[in-house]
């Protein structure tokens, strides 16, 4: 398999469980490039895909991976001169040159309405790369056993005969994997502060292991006194109003998951790139008390949890400064999710 866009690989990492075996990856991020050659090899280049060759590229079964979004322009106002639709100009050639039986792209539900989707499929229809044909749909992490409810669009173009999306295999919320036993092992209390002094290569601090990721942040005292206020499930709005910012005081609607606390009993919420600020999102630590204040436990969730809640096994390393490993945690397909696909794909014949 080749992977465009690799980032830290977790499709490879799903794909690679399933069976196929990662010849080559480009990756124009040199911090997410080092945390793909170190899990899985020095076969990534770290370069943008418009300056890769022809030559770069092997020939392969699979291809996975797409261009991220770049804010997608809406349908009905195509014009092949803007920026965005470079990298799927990109994306194109490189169908072109590696041929593989089918390619798998995953992005946010959005790009299944813009302008960008539609030329992909105008281009299996009737352009360079005619004779694929595309099945596509949204699905739910949490559907296949990520602790995550993360929705994203996958399609797959396939030479082979009509691929399908795969089924749900942890239907919810009875099925779903719960916080509970995603986290299950990692101390409530936070380790270090900083991670360790390590360089992976020129200047690149790494590879750390998960664990080593679980790292202490320093809120203010107003801050913690703010979360210890927020009950599992609860959110800005359980503050009583002299905890409450002025902006919060005045627009007392709008949306609930800022400064959310999590519930062990249920998936977690999409992980993005700064799950570390309560302020963005749902990311407080699910421990907490009512009666017993020394329980709570008042911080967002780390990157070993992070990772943990995008299903990447504790043996994979990363590499990066903590906003760039948290960058490459949020931005990955689920390793859990991207598996699940593969296992699908495999089970249709399309690679026998
Ligand atoms: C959504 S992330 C990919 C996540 C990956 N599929 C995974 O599962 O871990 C998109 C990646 O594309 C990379 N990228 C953006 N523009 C690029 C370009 N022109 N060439 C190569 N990589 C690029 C970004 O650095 C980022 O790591």
Request: charged fraction near 25%.
């Amino acid at each position: 398999m080749v992977d465009l866009f690799a980032g830290c690989g977790g499709l490879t990492e799903g794909f690679h469980r399933a069976g196929f075996r990662p010849l080559y990856a480009v990756e124009s991020d040199r911090h997410a490039a080092a945390t793909y050659a170190a899990n899985f090899g020095d076969h990534v280049d770290c370069l943008r895909i418009e300056d890769t060759s022809t030559d770069d590229y092997p020939r392969a079964e699979l291809l996975v991976g797409g261009p991220p979004c770049q804010g997608f322009s809406n349908l009905g106002r195509h014009d092949a001169d803007d920026p965005r639709n470079r990298l799927w100009r990109e994306y194109r050639r490189v169908v072109e040159i590696v041929q593989p039986r089918v390619f798998v792209l995953e992005n946010v539900p959005r790009f299944l309405r813009s302008d960008q989707f539609r030329q992909l499929e105008l281009e299996v229809k009737v352009g360079r790369i005619r004779g694929y044909e595309i099945t596509y749909g949204l699905v739910n992490a949490a559907d296949f056993g990520v602790p995550q409810r993360r929705i994203r669009a996958i399609v797959v173009g396939s030479r082979v005969g009509p691929a399908s999306l795969p089924g749900p295999t942890h239907t919810g919320p009875g099925g779903w994997i719960s916080l509970q036993d995603a986290l299950s092992g990692i101390p409530f209390e936070t380790e270090a502060s900083g991670l360790p002094r390590r360089e992976y290569a020129d200047g690149i601090p790494g590879p750390f292991k998960a664990n080593e990721l679980h790292l202490q942040r320093h809120p203010t005292a107003l801050s913690l006194e703010r979360y210890s206020h927020i009950p599992p499930g609860g959110n800005r709005f359980n503050l009583p109003d002299p905890l409450k910012p002025p902006c919060w005081l005045n627009k007392p609607t709008g949306t609930s998951d800022v400064m959310g606390r999590l519930e062990w009993d249920k998936p977690a919420l999409t992980i993005r790139t700064e799950f570390w600020k309560p302020e963005k999102g749902r990311v407080l630590h699910p421990e907490w008390s009512a009666t017993e204040p020394g329980r709570c436990v008042n911080r967002s969730i780390t990157h070993w949890e992070a990772a943990r809640i995008q299903s990447f096994p504790d043996d994979f390393v990363w590499c990066g400064t903590r906003v760039e490993i948290a960058r490459q945690i949020g931005n990955a397909v689920p390793p859990v999710l991207a598996e699940a696909i593969a296992r699908s794909l495999i089970s249709q014949g399309l690679f026998d």
